[in-house]
């Protein structure tokens, strides 16, 4: 992960009296962290982008990728003097802001906008030309961000891998449209987010795909995929699902992601029906890798599949039902912060639980007492998973999914069907396409019950098995 010394500029906004009547704030400079306690290097101050425009090009065969990035912001506070965005590693060659082109500083991960040179208020847009190898993000499972693979590449990872193929303001508080222009060997396949806008033809030997995604997007969220794989389409209820498989898979793991990738509407129906709101975005589908990641992602709109989750048809099911859970609760209403990552995980795996009880397994009432029966001694039960700890095995540990899930289910029985049911439908309608605290979940849940819940959530999400339970 990201670390960096978080600088400059908090609130403070100079005035100035630069007319009788008007008031104008003096430019400032930006910081170069959104200020997220976990993360104090991820995300920027000062700006919010609307759109990320970028067009590039990969080469599987030295995995050069080359880069043009517009990127259209808006200041959100005083005019900037400077600012920054992330970027790991690559080499810029020229950056533009409003046509004008200015001279940058590469600080760690940061690409700073020195002063002196622009000044920008409101609406501005920064173009940056850049290539290199892209640095692999080392987590948890193992490697992550640009991944090659044995046919192309992947670009996969959470919290922050965004920077290292593009430069952009890496944190979910900001999200923003993407349209991905990516040029490929013609032999290959070019998958990302949202709606495949155009697949060129065939020029020297390379091909140019063209993807948008015009709801707004957490950085991390956005992908790619290049290899030899089987994209297909459909339309159901209004909803388009592009499924990419992988041709390397064998046999076995092929046909348990076809069959748990056919259920996709159905799941989708049952997830709109437990959430009481609809699909959140008119696309969908997946990408299933060949490759072993040890994990899935839940990319927005076309979640990343590592072949690890299809040797079993009732595993295949189940990630398909936790990744697209995760486009109600992650994606549409993402992280202001990742110490809520169990507003993440907790209602994925909680979908999970009810999808298994309305195929006629497990109910959900079972799998929230096999979880109390870990004794209180237990290791799984020393996290706080509502301040997890910002390591890749803390954020995403076991605990944070199963008891963040075990929350919500004791939640029901405290609450009861109805509120439950009136709970998960506000929140997933008020707050859809923002970003979200726990605190304004707890907060909702207090007003839908009508009685106090503050110890309930501090039991649930604070360290120890909850007492009396
Ligand atoms: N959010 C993903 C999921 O539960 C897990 C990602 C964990 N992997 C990682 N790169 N640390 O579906
Ligand atoms: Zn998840």
Redesign the pocket.
């Given at each position: 992960m990201r670390r960096h010394r978080l600088l400059l500029v908090g609130p403070l906004v100079l005035l100035t009296a630069c007319s009788s009547t008007v008031l104008r704030p003096l430019p400032v400079v930006g910081a170069t962290g959104i200020g997220d306690p976990y993360y104090p290097g991820d995300g920027n101050g000062g700006y919010d982008v609307a759109r990320y425009d970028l067009d590039i090009g990969y080469d599987p065969a030295d995995d050069v990728l080359t880069g043009v990035a517009t990127i259209s912001a808006t200041t959100t506070g005083a005019p900037l003097a400077s600012f920054s965005l992330d970027l790991v590693g690559l080499d810029v060659s020229d950056v533009q802001v409003d046509d004008t082109e200015v001279e940058v500083t590469r600080d760690g991960d940061e690409l700073v906008v020195d002063r002196g040179q622009v000044v920008v208020d409101g609406d501005f847009t920064v173009r940056v030309a850049y290539s290199g190898v892209p640095e692999p993000?080392r987590?948890?499972?193992?490697v992550?961000g640009v991944v090659p693979t044995e046919d192309g590449v992947l670009v996969?990872?959470?919290?922050d891998v965004a920077a290292t193929w593009f430069p952009v303001n890496d944190h979910p508080r900001d999200a923003a449209s993407v349209e991905l222009a990516v040029t490929v060997p013609a032999d290959l396949v070019a998958v990302s987010n949202g709606a495949l806008v155009e697949r060129g033809d065939p020029v020297d030997g390379q091909r140019t795909w063209t993807w948008r995604s015009d709801a707004p997007m957490a950085p991390y969220l956005v992908t790619l995929a290049v290899g030899d794989y089987d994209l297909t389409d459909r339309v159901v209820d209004g909803v388009t699902y592009r499924d990419a498989v992988s041709r390397g898979l064998p046999e076995r793991f092929a046909a348990n992601a076809r069959s748990a990738l056919d259920r996709q509407p159905e799941v989708v129906d049952f997830l709109a029906d437990l959430f009481g709101s609809p699909y959140p975005f008119d696309e969908c589908g997946a990408i299933v890798t060949d490759s072993s990641?040890?994990?899935?992602?839940?990319t927005q709109t076309r979640?990343i599949y590592a072949r690890d989750f299809f040797g079993s048809a009732e595993d295949a099911q189940l990630?398909v039902v936790?990744?697209l859970a995760?486009q109600w609760t992650?994606d549409d209403l993402r992280l202001d912060r990742w110490s809520d990552i169990w507003l993440?995980?907790g209602f994925?795996t909680y979908a999970e639980w009810a999808w298994t009880q309305a195929q006629g397994g497990e109910t959900v009432a079972d799998q929230l007492a096999d979880v109390l029966e870990q004794p209180a001694d237990d290791e799984f039960w020393s996290q706080a998973i509502g301040d997890p700890g910002a390591d890749?095995d803390e954020?995403?540990s076991s605990a944070v999914?199963v008891r963040g899930a075990a929350t919500l289910a004791a939640l029901r029985q405290e609450v009861g069907d109805d509120a439950f049911a009136e709970l998960l439908s506000r929140w997933t309608t008020e707050r859809a396409g923002q970003a979200v605290t726990t605190g304004e979940f707890t907060a909702l849940a207090t007003e839908v019950a009508g009685t106090d819940l503050t110890d309930f959530f501090a039991a649930w999400l604070g360290p120890g098995r909850p007492e009396g339970y």
């Open positions: 993000v987590d948890g499972p193992g992550s996969v990872g959470q919290p990641l040890g994990f899935a992602l839940e979640p990630v936790h990744e995760h992650g993440n995980e994925a890749g954020l995403f999914y």
